[in-house]
């Protein structure tokens, strides 16, 4: 976490599957794998998502004080 003003920010890395064939994707977990992998926030993606056998990349948001994936005021 990082401060963006007086908003505490967590910045994620694009993450990409390569060579995925999936259907129906909607959304994903995010989990701290250090803490008994204890969920830390579920994602949305507003609508079923696919991939045949290529890239799959989810892509966050940048890391303000409006617009990142989890921030604290």
Do not use: E, H, M, W
């Not at 963006?4 to 995925?20: E, K, P, Q, W």
């Not at 890391?63 to 005021?73: E, K, V, W, Y």
């Amino acid at each position: 976490p990082v401060l963006a003003s007086s908003t505490a920010v967590c910045d994620f890395a694009d993450l990409t599957f390569g060579t995925a064939t999936l259907s129906g994707v909607r959304g994903a977990l995010i989990y701290n794998s250090s803490a008994s992998n204890k969920a830390v926030c579920s994602l949305d993606f507003g609508s079923d998502k696919s991939s045949t056998a290529g890239n799959f990349t989810v892509v966050f948001p940048s890391p303000t004080a409006t617009g990142a994936i989890i921030r604290l005021a």
